[in-house]
């Protein structure tokens, strides 16, 4: 049973996960170069678990009690040592990532998970950067992590079929859903989500319908929670291009390839919700 967690990276996905874990019950240490930057993680899960409190989706107790169990950890090494598992939530980019995992390799018992929440990126590719590949796993969490119930649990070909079960406890433990997928670009959310996205910002471009009639098409029309371009906002602009260009790289699908309104979007710095401005207009964070 996992009972201490790490979190490495305390951006918005970090932040998140913290929060998820932490009101699982779990101890968690929250992780990361920048001081500044756990500061501010910790700053927003405390008013995440209060606007929970004052909307009665949780006790003002629990939230107190969650916000207890999570601490800042400058020293990565004495917290990776007591961890049952190692979540890393570091930038989109692989050549970080193995750098993060070598690291993590090296400082934690040999007993201990270490996952990635990379949306899109090998899993094998970043396990070999350890001495043991077969305790590393994908964990890909949805963001905002409180609200979104699916976990997306990633095995690669060394993946040890044992670590599994306790995975698939702790998510439960969240009040989330796995899934597992085998270890292939874009796994299944990424890979769906994506092309979804590009060809609803290919309609966009094309001026078949507008921004709000094409997500309007697909709440209404098709059951689905929200539009894929106030999705794609959400995520960032910036980073469906980052995982669009990867996808259409090692598939090969046209239908991968972004098309020039995203580009232009990233070139204008209009990212989504988090600029301010992307396919819809969005308060400034």
């Known amino acids: 049973m996992i009972g201490r967690v790490v979190v490495i990276g305390a951006g918005t996905m970090g932040a998140g996960i913290a929060h998820a874990v ?49 601490t800042a950890a400058p020293d990565l090494r004495a917290a990776a040592d007591e961890a049952d598992l190692l979540i890393e939530a570091v930038v989109e980019d692989l050549d970080i990532k193995r750098q993060v995992f070598a690291e993590a390799d ?20 970043i396990a070999a950067a350890t001495a043991n590949p077969s305790r590393v796993v994908g964990m890909h969490f949805f963001n905002p992590v409180h609200v979104m119930q699916l976990v997306e649990l990633v095995i690669h070909d060394r993946t040890d079929p044992s670590i599994l079960p306790t995975l698939r406890e702790f998510v439960a433990r969240m009040n989330k859903t796995s899934i597992v997928v085998r270890d292939s670009p874009g796994f299944a959310s990424s890979r769906l989500g994506v092309a979804l996205g590009l060809e609803a910002m290919r309609m966009l471009e094309q001026g078949v319908a507008s ?16 539009g894929p371009l106030r999705v794609s906002d959400l995520i960032g602009l910036d980073v469906r291009l980052k995982i ?11 239908h991968f390839e972004p098309p020039e ?13 988090k600029t301010g401005k992307g396919f819809y207009d969005w308060p400034r964070e």
Request: with cysteine; charged share 25%; aromatic share 2%.
């Open 22 to 70: 932490a009101l699982a019950g779990c101890e968690l240490r929250l992780s990361d170069s920048d001081a500044g930057a756990v500061a501010r993680a910790l700053t927003k899960i405390r008013t995440t678990l209060s606007d929970g409190a004052s909307r009665k989706k949780i006790s003002a107790e629990d939230a107190d009690a969650a916000f207890a169990r999570i």
């Open 106 to 125: 090296r400082i934690t018992r040999p007993t201990t998970i270490l996952a990635t929440n990379t949306s899109s990126l090998s899993v094998s590719r």
């Open 261 to 273: 309104i995203l580009r232009q979007k990233v070139r204008d710095g209009e990212l989504g919700r």
């Open 211 to 226: 921004a709000a009639d094409i997500d309007t098409a697909m709440t209404l029309g098709y059951g689905h929670p929200m």
């Open 244 to 254: 669009a260009d990867y996808l259409h790289r090692e598939l090969g699908a046209p």
